[in-house]
């Protein structure tokens, strides 16, 4: 992850992080390198770098084309001839390649590693404990800076020269924006040094996994290791945005150090949440991807239930997972719905999902932790204590949730309600009558209450969240899944009031506002420090993924119309802009709620991506 500039911004932008215990314990070896290019007589610095008060070297100005497609591509001019760079990570395996071919000159490639060897969320400082020396062979030199950390090792097609030096107080001002900690010191062991010309490329190869490399490797081997990764990258036969989102989306599929699959909830520093993961799977159906990948992951996430709860996140510590989500488990009935309505495959149904949905239901019907429970005098699903945040909305600041909404928030009683009736949809499937009747009659009970408890007649649409006598009246998105889930709470005519004032109110051309823009807890924009930003981060912040609600809801309330299918499909291309606005190639995961709605918080984030795939084949009625 880095800037088409190259200039690293961020702590977290690097050549290679390496995952220990994919997809956690994650740390940064090699976060970048400088390349300087000697030919005709002149010298040419490539790398790009911020300093206190300077930028050095400026290679970014010799920068005459960057494209991303199908692998990232960088095309220096250096005097009468070009210089390109390819990056390339190997799928698989923790490595990274580079290539530099040169057109219409020839000279000598002069490249200096810098390392870091830490855990990717900190910096590094210049300190005596760091061992600088290499060990060399021919193509190949590695270096261990640190015991508790593997070895680098870097193939290569040029000559290592020792020649230690630490590169001081170099700055990520993204992290200043951030309120966090800027200035990193990096090590360089020494030099990389090539002769390259048109015909003779030169490269190397930087892992922590050497066993599947050897040191005779040359020029054709690496031509053809590009190409099948480029070919691997390509998504042919397929429109401009669903090729997009396809790219984007097969960046969070990952395979955990278990071998299961697993989906990245957002890049740099979020593993996996099974709520962003639910969200998300039929996105990777829909976008090509099958459903292997699916079905697995329902597996792992199921085998992994307690007390009728899923796993909030795996903890990057890679210790116990969290269990304090009311909406994962509830999320997990949509997105295996998908799976059933696209797979035929009862046995499955049979073994693994139908048994954990009424294991889910009638936990939470009974009673489970921090206060999930089926109230019996309505059938509402209730959730949480003052001091708890399960929801999506779960921003805190010094442990006091910012959006409290314990009682009975509306999107977990519309996901509650889809909970009951798709599971009496499968006890048909079945053969189970009794099921079917008992869950049925269950989701008829809370569908009278909802419509009766929810409905807020002084503004024509739904609640927030009821928790006895009290109304939370405030507009928020969470409404919309009242009206966008496979079974929808509300009529026609109330569901275009629902979707009508989210549209006046929360929706701009990069998603959804979580708060109207009136309320007094209203944050226009996503900014300082972490506090400031924690305490912004639903209270009217723009969140992409809930274009794929708004989608939905609109198609569902204004029915599926040319008109209706014009007007979304111009929301939809209209955010797809942002896929070469900020982090090329894919969504971030909020943006400012005023304008001009700059992106912030996780660069990459796949639910922003997946809603918008999910969104974009509804609306082509895929």
């Known amino acids: 992850m880095g800037t088409v500039a190259g200039v690293n911004t961020r702590r977290y932008h690097a050549l290679l992080i390496a995952s220990l215990q994919p997809p956690s314990e994650r740390n940064s070896i090699l976060p970048r390198v400088e390349e300087r290019l000697e030919a005709d007589g002149q010298v040419f610095e490539l790398a790009t770098a911020q300093y206190p008060g300077a930028v050095h070297p400026r290679g970014f100005e010799l920068l005459e084309e960057f494209a991303i497609d199908p692998l990232p591509n960088w095309r220096y001019r250096i005097g009468e001839g070009s210089l390109a760079k390819t990056l390339c990570m190997v799928e698989g395996r923790q490595s990274v390649l580079l290539r530099y071919t040169l057109s219409k000159v020839t000279g000598r490639l002069v490249i200096r590693p810098l390392l870091s ?198 903890l990057d510590a890679h210790s116990a997972p969290e269990y304090n989500s009311v909406d994962a488990a509830l999320w997990m009935f949509i997105a295996a719905r998908d799976l059933v309505a696209h797979v035929n495959d009862k046995d499955f149904l049979r073994k693994t999902l139908y048994p954990a949905a009424l294991d889910i239901l009638e936990w939470h019907r009974r009673g489970t932790r921090h206060g999930i429970q089926v109230d019996p005098r309505d059938e509402l699903l209730s959730a949480g204590f003052p001091d708890t945040q399960l929801t999506w909305m779960d921003a805190r600041v010094n442990g006091i949730p910012i959006t409290p909404r314990n009682g009975k928030p509306v999107e977990i009683n519309a996901l509650w309600y889809n909970a009951l009736r798709i599971t009496a949809e499968w006890a048909e499937m079945l053969g189970s009558t009794e099921d079917r009747r008992t869950y049925d009659d269950r989701a008829e009970k809370l569908l009278a209450s909802f419509c009766a408890k929810f409905w807020n007649t002084n503004r024509d649409c739904l609640y927030d969240v009821i928790d006895g006598p009290l109304r939370d009246s405030r507009i928020r998105p969470n409404q919309l899944l009242a009206v966008s889930l496979p079974f929808a709470l509300l009529d026609r005519p109330h569901a275009q009031q629902v979707v009508s004032i989210v549209e006046r109110l929360l929706l701009t051309s990069k998603g959804l506002r979580t708060l109207e823009a009136g309320d007094l807890d209203y944050r226009a924009r996503f900014e300082g420090s972490p506090a400031q930003r924690d305490g912004a981060y639903h209270q009217g912040t723009v969140w992409p993924w809930l274009i794929g609600p708004f989608i ?45 709605q700059r992106a912030a918080g996780c660069p990459a984030q796949l639910w922003s991506v997946a809603q918008f795939m999910v969104a974009w084949k509804r609306v082509e009625g895929a």
């Open 552 to 596: 939905a809801a609109y198609l569902y309330a204004f029915g599926e119309t040319n008109d209706s299918r014009t007007y979304c499909r111009r929301i939809i291309e209209t955010l797809s802009a942002e896929f070469t606005a900020d982090c090329i190639g894919s969504l971030a995961e909020v943006y400012d709620a005023a304008p001009p």
């Open 117 to 314: 060897f830490r855990d990717y969320h900190g910096l590094t400082h210049e300190n005596p404990d760091l061992q600088g020396e290499a060990a060399c062979e021919t193509g190949k030199v590695s270096f261990a800076p640190y015991p508790d950390l593997p070895p680098l090792t870097i193939f290569h097609s040029g000559v290592f020269q020792p020649a230690p030096l630490w590169f001081l107080n170099q700055e990520y001002l993204r992290e200043y924006e951030r309120g966090l900690d800027f200035r990193e010191d990096l090590f360089s062991p020494g030099l990389l040094t090539f002769e390259v010309d048109p015909g003779r490329p030169a490269w190397f190869v930087a892992t922590i996994e050497p066993a599947w490399l050897h040191a005779s490797l040359d020029d054709a081997s690496i031509e053809r290791l590009v190409e099948s990764e480029s070919r691997r990258r390509t998504f042919a036969g397929f429109s401009d945005i669903e090729r997009i989102s396809q790219r984007a989306l097969d960046q969070f599929r990952v395979t955990r150090f278990d071998q299961q699959p697993t989906l990245i909830a957002g890049y740099p520093w979020f593993t996996d949440w099974s709520r962003d993961m639910l969200i998300s799977l039929p996105a990777f159906a829909a976008a090509g991807f099958g459903y292997r990948d699916t079905k697995q992951i329902l597996e792992m996430l199921l085998a992994r239930r307690w007390q009728g709860l899923l796993p909030n996140r795996f």
